[in-house]
Each structure stands twice: as C-alpha cells, then as structure tokens.
C-alpha cells in the first residue's frame, strides 16, 4: 500500500480512521499508470473530456461539474440545490426587482490566498459579455442592464451595470425584473477572476500550474482524456467543513468502461449508468442506486438551413413517427418521461406545455405523418434520406437506432446514425453545411423555465440551427418584463407552444440523473438540478 502524505496536520490515528488514505484502488490514468492521491480522495467518473476550465467560456456538462468545485459565484447551492449564500453574505434587492446589492464575505480568498473583492465580479461579468470572449452564453447576462449591448458590440464591457461600491460591496442593476436572477448567479458565467492572473496569462490562466481558483478546490492536475485532479483550497472560507482532500475528475465516454471501473473499486460515483445494465444494477446494487428527476431534456435538433429541413412539414413528419413511449420504455429504461415539450418537468412556477396531437392514438399520429411528409414530396419512390449525428455513447447510439428504426417503418426514411467524441461534435454543430440531424440536451442552468426557452431566441449563442422567429421573441421579451409570475408564466408558455409548433427540434424525453454512488461516500443527496458539490460529501470506509 503506498504512503500517502496529508494537506492538514493530523494524527496517525485519525489518519488510518479516513477514508482513501492508502487506499490506492481507484487511481489511475488512461494508459493503467498510478495517478497519485493525496489525503481522503474522492474518484469521480465525468463522462467526456471536459471542452475548457475557463469558466466563462465552458458550455457543458462535464466541465460544469469541475468549476462548481473550483469557483464559487455570488450564491451557490445546498445539498439539494437549493440557492444560499456564496461568495456573497447577504444581499438586498430593490422594491422594483432591478437593484440587487451583495455584500461579500470578509474571510473570501482567492486559493493564492488573495482576498475575494467585488472588482473580480466585475472583472469576472464584464468578461462573459464581452464579444472577445466568445462565448455562447454570454445572452444569460442580458438580464442585466447593458449587457446586449455590450454583447452586440454597441457599448465597452466597462458599461455593464455591474459596479463595485466598495472592496466587499457589490452592485447589479437589470434592465428588468428577473426571478430567477439569484440562481443564475451560481453559473459559471457569473463567477468572478483572479485579476492579476488574467493580466499575466491571458488565456492560459485556467491551466493547471496557473490557475487561481475561490471554491472549495484548486486545479493540480489536467491530463487530457485521463483526469483531472483537484486539490483542497486552504484559503476557502468554509475549509473546516469541507471533508475531501482530493478530487479526481475521470474521462470516460464509454459509460461501459465507467461502469466496469466501478465495479472494480476504481470509482467512487459515476457519471451516469449504461442503460442496458439497469436491471442488473437495481437488481445486485439497489442501494448504490440513485436515480431521481432531472431538470433537463434530451432532443435531436434540426438543421433548419439546409433542405428538406427548411420545411416545417418534414420536421413535423420526423417528430410525430417517433413512439416515445416506447423510448422511455423498451431504451432507455431507467425512468425516463417521454417529452412532447421541450421545458423539463419539475421546472419551477410554470405550467407544462404539451403538442395538440400528444394524445392521439399510434395510429392517427402516424397517418398524418406519412400525409405530411408526401405533401413536402417525399414517399416510396423518392425516400428521404439523411444522417443522425450523435456524441460516442452507447446510450446515445442505441437511441439513435431505435429511433432510424421508427422512421424506417412508419415513413420509409433511410436515416443512419453516426458518431463524433463530444468536443468535436461542438465543433461540428457549428459548421451548418456539415450536419442535418444532431443529438443534443440541455440542462437548466437555474430552475425556471425561462432558462430552456431563451437558448431558442433569434441570436442566442446555443442556437446553432438559427431558427428564428419574430413572434416568439416578443413574447420572451414581454415575459421579461412581468412581474406577475402567474402572468409570467403564461407567457413562457405561449412562447413554447410558437416554439413547438415550428418544430426546430424534435424532444424525445426528460431525463433522470442516474447515479452509482459508493456506500462509504456520505452526504449524497440526488436533486433536480443535478449538480453535485464534492465538498458536500466525505468518505466513510469501515476498517
């Protein structure tokens, strides 16, 4: 058993009483070679390579998880992802909803042991907008005043109304009340910059070796399609209650290969489950089991540029000869609701929205998909043909089958699915001319659901089919401005349903967070966001 040395001055007897000291059984790299652990480490499965730690430019769900343990914005999450106090300790908010002021916590410091001031949210904002950015989520900033017109080009990044009153005050006005506005401060779009580091490195400065980070870790370790190893941050203000020395992050697309790691003793939680070995796992593993409704939605996106998915007819057709009971059922498996909407069940304040023909029988839904579908001119003699891209999984391309199955036996469509590793098929979503059918989900950055139906506006950074449409955007715009969440809710509502009935995507189903978590990692808690802090958990092996 190898020595491994702690970060924090205990005894020899407490040592050999925590967990993964010694341990040794899940630490290693892609190519078999011994990553090295220090203290209580905590082995996590994390799907694909993350796209980027720079926490203003990353856009997806493995890296969301390593920046959540690395920085920490205004306010954060509790255990069940309720919204608390983070950076800042407390706060006001206008009686009109459009100023909020944060005070920030005295004892907040960077992982160089530099103090957290309100210039590095301002700092940290102003980069999100700013278009030499280039991120795609630079449009969840628009709530705040300034902000898409800085995004747009019309106004410098220092116009941003985000301004610090003081070194631990700061203040934030917005163009218009916005409810969700205390969540979306725990997005990695928010989180604010170590100054100096930036200044020095440019762009570099989310590299290990370099990066300066103010949540509960700092980043040690990057080996690209390995790992990526976290280390405790002395520095972070609720240190005492954090119970975790080590974090390591590991790269697997193949949800198998996770799986059999597991199995092995390698990891401690993963990332998600193969669906195909659910009953297994409910059967010999019940209680390492979790799995729990999930703020997110699985879909196929249309390429709206490109013939024939130009026309509404064909998306219409391909989205109502999908049986998604069926999915949910005999695919995946583990849960799943099948969606005929694309905001997420459970979402907050919002009343679902359904398509009109979500309860016709089989049989007349696929009727008029085969009349729509001839009418746009296409049938025996002149099949539609097309490729499904998809990200590697096997999950993924199961789905992809099954659904090429459906549209193969209801309207004679020759779909073949394909695959791309993940950061390539981000890239690839870009290039308009190189796709016409793409797996894709999302998942609410905050609960409302506003945050599924903003991505759809005309411009919006992760509208990458361009579908646009005047309607539906002063629609958003008006629920913006309502402060009724009753009225609100309406709205958002209706926008969906003009959304929906153009059919830019196709929803399949709602996900569910699907867990195996080790019975010595205590604190777990599943929630509807999904989101899963290391420094709310310890290990708890029995010697």
Not at 43 to 56: A, Q, S
Not at 106 to 133: I, K, Q, Y
Not at 149 to 160: I, N, S
Not at 422 to 448: E, I, P
Request: charged content about 25%.
């Amino acid at each position: 058993m190898p020595a491994c040395a702690r970060l924090w001055t205990l005894s020899l007897i407490s040592l050999l009483l925590m967990a993964g000291c010694g341990d040794g059984s899940g630490a290693r790299d892609g190519t078999g070679a011994r990553i090295a652990d220090q203290g209580v480490t905590f082995h996590r499965g994390n799907g694909g390579e993350p796209d980027t730690l720079d926490p203003h430019r990353s856009e997806e769900t493995s890296a969301g998880e390593i920046l959540r343990d690395l920085y920490e914005g205004l306010t954060t999450e509790a255990v069940d992802s309720t919204v608390v106090p983070g950076m800042a300790e407390s706060w006001e908010i206008s009686d009109d909803g459009l100023t909020y002021t944060f005070q920030l916590r005295a004892d907040a410091r960077w992982s160089n042991g530099d103090p957290v001031v309100a210039d590095d949210f301002v700092l940290g904002m102003r980069r999100s907008v700013d278009p030499a950015t280039a991120t795609s989520y630079a449009q969840m900033l628009w709530p705040i005043r300034n902000a898409r017109a800085v995004t747009e080009g019309r106004l410098p990044p220092e116009e941003l109304a985000v301004v610090a009153l003081d070194t631990r005050v700061l203040e934030i006005q917005l163009e218009n009340p916005a409810p969700y506005f205390l969540g979306m401060l725990t997005h990695s779009a928010t989180y604010p910059v170590h100054g100096p580091t930036l200044a020095e490195h440019g762009g570099r400065f989310a590299r290990a070796g370099i990066k300066v980070s103010n949540g509960a870790y700092q980043l040690d370790e990057w080996v690209v399609q390995s790992h990526v190893r976290l280390r405790r941050n002395p520095y972070y203000y609720g240190n005492d209650d954090v119970h975790i020395d080590t974090v390591i992050y590991y790269t697997t697309e193949d949800i198998s290969a996770e799986f059999n790691r597991y199995r092995a003793g390698e990891l401690d939680f993963t990332f998600q489950i193969p669906n195909n070995q659910y009953r297994w796992i409910r059967e010999n593993l019940p209680d390492e089991l979790h799995v729990a409704p999930y703020l997110s939605t699985y879909f196929y996106q249309l390429n709206i540029t490109q013939p024939p998915f130009d026309d509404v007819r064909v998306r219409q057709a391909l989205s109502m000869a999908i049986d998604r009971e069926i999915i949910t059922e005999r695919v995946t498996g583990v849960g799943e609701r099948p969606a005929y909407a694309f905001v997420a069940d459970g979402v907050a304040n919002y009343t679902p929205v359904r398509y009109e023909w979500t309860d016709w029988p089989v049989e007349r839904r696929h009727a008029e998909a085969r009349r729509l579908l001839a009418e746009a001119g296409f049938g025996p003699d002149r099949p539609l043909r097309f490729d499904i891209l998809y990200n590697t999984s096997e999950n993924h391309r199961r789905l992809a089958v099954a659904v090429a199955s459906m549209w193969q036996e209801v309207l004679g469509v020759q779909a073949s699915p394909y695959n791309q590793e993940w950061k390539v098929m981000l890239q690839t979503r870009r290039d308009l001319s190189a796709w016409r059918v793409m797996r894709f989900g999302w998942v609410g950055d905050y609960n409302d659901a506003y945050t599924f139906l903003e991505i759809k506006k005309t411009g919006h950074g992760q509208n990458t089919t361009q579908w646009s449409n005047a309607e539906y955007d002063a629609v958003l715009a008006r629920a913006s401005q309502t402060r009724d969440m009753e009225a609100r809710a309406a709205l958002l509502a209706q926008a969906e349903n003009i959304m929906l009935n153009d059919y830019p995507i196709i929803p399949l189903y709602f996900y569910v967070s699907k867990h195996l978590v080790k019975p010595h990692v205590v604190g777990f808690e599943a929630n509807i966001m999904d989101r899963n802090y290391s420094r709310h958990y310890r290990i708890e092996r029995r010697r």
